[in-house]
């Protein structure tokens, strides 16, 4: 009995939301130690669960708030504030051009889908997405931004794209995982598996990103780069000599480029940028003005081809085929011994390809 009354003694009265008390409302929301005022009417309006609970009479004795009964949920206090403020349209977020918290967007989703809020389920749906680019173009303008635009992470987080990786296996939202599981792998994944028996990210993420890592560097090889075997041998080459030893030049400058990449930049590296870089500057002025062109048009279609397979190189369906909240299948792919996977440094570059 004494512990029970210290315990009652401690325990510390209830707090009213600031964000959320509307002086005409006529139901207590309370979420741990934080109340909120909302409108019954509004709440029962966009979640028939909502609409069930609020529809339980009371029992006798219980608390009561300004005339207002107060009816207890299981949530986090700011998770309930998020959709609340959604459901009263307030602009943070409704409007998609501004920034906004990753957590309100989880909260938007998990408790979306927990009350069958659809439309809120699907406005936190389209906030990840403008950060998981299904087209090539997407993906280019993204990364020509440079890091997070429509989402705010904490400061303190590790890893924005794991949260969101483990935020997409918890609600089962299957659509922006090939952009995920590609951001991610900008990440030493070999790293995080040495490091400590608790992975970041649930198991079927790991072995889909070191998979994809694998598949990435292959289509690197395969369609991305398959200029470099050919520049000298294309029938309008006006220097076949010149451009053939180019050619064996550009090949074993970018397969040691291959052991040090994750896949991720390599692959889909703009011709643009690879111009620019290090090796284009030094090799492509020495092709003849055919092969020159030739590997411009072979440089960019090559990349719309693996972006193109890119889900299946994660082990996923098609792009076409992946859904938004969707059971996540279950992969029966064998997971290659440790000391296979940690390899990068495989020669997908030989002529033999």
């Not at 003694?9 to 509307?22: I, N, R």
């Not at 029962?44 to 207002?68: F, M, N, R, T």
């Not at 936190?124 to 989402?151: I, M, T, W, Y």
């Not at 020159?292 to 719309?304: C, D, F, I, K, P």
Request: charged share 25%; proline share 5%.
């Amino acid at each position: 009995m004494v512990a029970v009354a210290e315990e009652l003694e401690g325990a510390a009265e209830p707090t009213k939301s600031q964000k959320v008390w509307f002086g005409d409302g006529n139901v207590v929301l309370q979420a741990e130690n934080v109340q909120f005022r909302a409108h019954r009417s509004i709440l029962s309006k966009h979640s028939v669960i909502l609409a069930s609970i609020l529809d339980v009479a009371q029992p006798d004795g219980e608390a009561i708030v300004e005339g207002c009964s107060v009816v207890k949920l299981s949530d986090a206090p700011r998770d309930v504030e998020d959709i609340l403020l959604a459901l009263y349209g307030d602009p943070l977020y409704t409007n998609r051009k501004e920034e906004i918290r990753f957590r309100s967007v989880a909260a938007m989703i998990r408790l979306g889908i927990k009350y069958e809020i659809t439309h809120l389920r699907d406005e936190g749906l389209a906030r990840l997405k403008l950060e998981c680019p299904r087209k090539l173009e997407e993906f280019d303008r993204l990364n020509v931004r440079g890091g997070h635009r429509f989402l705010r992470y904490p400061s303190g987080i590790i890893n924005a794209n794991f949260a969101t990786i483990n935020l997409a296996h918890e609600c089962k939202i299957q659509s922006i995982l090939p952009s995920l599981y590609l951001f991610s792998l900008q990440c030493d994944l070999d790293k995080s598996l040495l490091e400590s028996d608790d992975l970041p990210i649930p198991y079927p993420a790991m072995r889909s990103c070191i998979h994809g890592r694998q598949k990435l560097l292959e289509a690197a090889a395969k369609k991305v780069y398959k200029w470099t075997q050919q520049i000298g041998t294309i029938e309008k080459c006006q220097s076949k000599k010149i451009c053939q030893d180019v050619s064996r030049r550009v090949m074993k400058d970018q397969l040691g480029r291959t052991g040090r990449s994750s896949g991720r930049y390599l692959t889909f590296r703009t011709w643009k940028e690879y111009a620019a870089g290090e090796a284009g500057t030094k090799y492509l002025k020495l092709l003849c003005g055919p092969c020159r062109s030739y590997t411009q048009v072979a440089h960019e279609e090559g990349r719309r081809a693996a972006w193109e397979e890119l889900p299946t190189y994660f082990m996923l369906p098609k792009w076409q085929d992946l859904k938004g909240f969707q059971r996540l299948a279950k992969l029966n792919f064998p997971m290659p011994p440790f000391s296979v996977i940690c390899l990068q440094d495989i020669n997908y570059l030989s002529p033999s390809v």
